[in-house]
């Protein structure tokens, strides 16, 4: 916590605005448009997951359609999808970004438009902080007519071509859950250009309830407003974003300044007119076993470190469903480690970590 946030929520209490409504809300929606720019609007919702149904629900993807979706990623992507019916069709990673491929997704569009089934969305997502390669995707986004939802959950504070990641796509999604770059303990956003669309989505997250005096509902809504106490933390904690990716990106720079030396750690540069969050620093080692070796020795001293993402197309939940694949992110799960990122790291425990990690290479 930055040290704001109680101020915003005890306002809550003392005026007894506790329900998915209220000042905190209005004004944490108002200072995620500040920062983000770009003739922006937001409606704050209680998860990114709720974020990515609605605006599938919002581009028309009903029972039987086809979305594309990054598989290197997690399954909050993908998972909507599902709830609407619709079929998910896993597009692979390229190696600059880690992110979704353009050749495959043209690929991928290409074949599903051959078999009589024009995708309805294309799920791409910033993986760890990393922004995709946007012109690419929206040029084919174009060329095909197939909007983009951007996966923005792990890439608040990071942009592409001084564009804030969130702003890129048809409708951005941002996640507030407790393990992003700033959190309200659980929550996310829909961010979209016409206001029309935010009326529309908060419309649906709050029960679809009609223009009456009693309760009509002539379209099924859902329960994803944010609360006016999660929304208060949240004005906290956008107070303290840019001090969040300061601490992100330093951590990175210390974990690369000490281990990039080495031939067995590899680490993800941001291409030109990039610049990542840095959510989470990782690396890739030659190998599985090399990986499996780093990650037990921090383990073996209380020092949690993660594989990279399973993708979505080897999980048993989605195996069967349709994915054009090269090889890239099963390589990159194989031999990929996300280092501890917090931003309350000191200094002292990142030499800790690259002290156990250079005695294990």
């Not at 996966?151 to 796509?169: I, N, Q, R």
Request: contains cysteine; charged residues 20%.
């Amino acid at each position: 916590m930055g040290g704001g946030e109680q101020k915003y929520v005890q306002e809550a209490f003392d005026t007894n605005w506790v329900a998915p409504l209220g000042p905190n809300v209005d004004n944490f929606e108002k200072s995620i448009v500040e920062f983000l720019g770009g003739n922006t609007n937001v409606a704050a919702l209680s998860s990114g997951t709720a974020a990515i149904h609605l605006a599938l629900e919002i581009l028309g993807v009903t029972s039987g359609d086809e979305v594309i979706c990054q598989s290197f990623t997690f399954s909050a992507s993908a998972n909507p999808i599902m709830y609407l019916g619709a079929t998910p069709i896993f597009v692979d990673s390229e190696k600059d970004t880690w992110n979704i491929s353009p050749k495959l997704l043209i690929e991928a569009i290409e074949a599903r438009i051959a078999l009589g089934k024009k995708p309805k969305a294309i799920v791409a997502v910033h993986l760890y902080g990393m922004p995709y390669k946007a012109d690419e995707i929206t040029r084919i986004s174009e060329k095909y007519g197939i909007p983009v939802v951007e996966d923005s959950a792990e890439a608040l504070g990071s942009y592409y071509k001084d564009k804030k990641c969130g702003t890129l796509g048809a409708i951005g999604i941002l996640s507030f859950n407790g393990n992003k770059i700033i959190t309200t303990s659980g929550g996310g956003a829909l961010v979209v250009k016409d206001e029309a669309i935010k009326k529309k989505a908060v419309f649906l997250a709050t029960q679809a309830r009609d223009d009456a005096p009693h309760y009509q509902h002539s379209s099924v809504g859902y329960n994803y407003r944010m609360s006016n106490i999660l929304a208060g933390i949240g004005r906290g904690q956008m107070e303290v974003l840019q001090s969040r990716v300061d601490q992100r990106r330093f951590n990175y720079t210390f974990y690369k300044k000490h281990l990039a030396h080495l031939s067995e750690v590899e680490f993800l540069d941001e291409p030109s007119g990039y610049s990542s969050n840095r959510w989470l620093t990782c690396i890739l080692t030659p190998s599985f076993e090399i990986r499996e070796e780093i990650r037990l020795a921090l383990l073996e001293e209380n020092i949690e470190s993660r594989p990279l993402w399973k993708p979505m197309h080897l999980q048993p939940v989605f195996i069967e469903y349709p994915n054009y694949s090269d090889g890239t992110s099963e390589d990159l799960f194989n031999r990929g480690l996300c280092l501890p990122s917090g931003s309350n790291l000191l200094e002292s425990d990142l030499k800790r970590i690259v002290e156990l990690i250079l005695t294990k290479i």
